[in-house]
């Protein structure tokens, strides 16, 4: 059998064995779900708007749902439609080692209903990206299986139909970054069907990097200090309740000197809520020291 009868066998199996599972998410056919679990579609949390979301399938069967559980930070959300005689897509074992050059297959919605299938292999792994509030992702795959327009959201397999990874987004001309199944993501999309959507713990400030603070306060006649420059406070946030204003410049959270906003967001990670967490702020010339008590709150 030639290289290419052997592809397009295996393209067709994958089909048949996962395209059930793969839905439109949207009026729009914005983006992609797939079935996770009985009654459950997991999606790019970018595609949801309001309560209900619309979920067609490929046989034609169109479904409005609720929201089970959204994790905004993460790009993660489950939808609550019911799914008979859909299977949900069977996970690839957490063992199993993503590496470059494994081939793969990517599926997506179509308005057309009957999912689009493309081949490609893995070009990268370990790839770190944004979620779609800044906050880091890592350990993505990258992958050359080309996709559509509102393929985010679709699954990523491996040649026996198990499911390798979520699509988030594509990364120039022809690569396409994926959020792999590993024990976070697994972790994750089990609180998302227990109705549980994730409280990232913030500060309630937007950030910018050190070399935006050095060249502002260099602009206004201050000395160069390396930190992150707050450009804006929310109101309601923990930083504004500690008294941290617009302009101020963190230099030190916890003791420590902070290099990026990434630092900032593994810290607040690892605090339970109602923790206090000082931080080394430099307001103008003078330097202060502000301790503000985290919560769940989002921003």
Do not use: C, K
């Not at 929201?67 to 063992?95: C, F, K, N, Q």
């Not at 500690?242 to 630092?263: H, K, M, N, R």
């Amino acid at each position: 059998m030639s290289v290419l009868t052997e592809l397009q066998t295996a393209t067709a199996a994958v089909l048949d064995r996962v395209g059930p599972d793969v839905v439109v998410i949207g009026r729009d056919g914005r983006g992609t779900g797939v079935v996770v679990d009985d009654g459950a579609v997991l999606t790019n949390a970018h595609h949801v708007r309001g309560e209900a979301v619309t979920v067609v399938f490929a046989d034609g069967r169109r479904e409005a749902g609720p929201l089970g559980g959204v994790d905004v930070d993460g790009d993660l959300a489950i939808v609550r439609v019911d799914t008979p005689d859909t299977e949900a897509v069977e996970w690839a074992s957490s063992e199993t080692a993503v590496v470059v050059g494994a081939p793969v297959f990517a599926l997506a919605g179509s308005p057309s209903l009957a999912p689009r299938i493309t081949f490609g292999t893995v070009s990268a792994v370990d790839q770190a990206f944004r979620g779609p509030r800044g906050r880091r992702i890592d350990g993505g795959i990258e992958h050359t299986a080309p996709l559509p327009r509102g393929a985010s959201g679709g699954p990523v397999v491996d040649t026996d139909g198990r499911l390798l990874g979520i699509n988030t987004h594509r990364l120039g001309e022809g690569f396409y970054l994926a959020r792999p199944v590993d024990a976070d993501l697994r972790r994750r999309v089990d609180q998302l069907l227990s109705g549980v959507s994730p409280r990232r713990r913030s500060l309630g400030v937007a950030l910018a990097p050190p070399e935006i603070a050095r060249r502002l306060r260099a602009a206004v006649g201050l000395d160069p200090r390396d930190g992150l420059l707050v450009r804006a406070v929310d109101a309601d946030g923990p930083a504004a309740r500690a008294g941290v204003q617009e302009g101020d410049l963190i230099v030190g959270a916890a003791g420590t000197s902070v290099g990026g906003v990434d630092e900032v967001h593994a810290l607040l990670d690892r605090l339970e809520d109602g923790s206090e967490l000082e931080l080394s702020i430099v307001r103008g010339a003078d330097e202060l020291t502000i301790v503000v008590v985290i919560g769940g709150d989002d921003g």
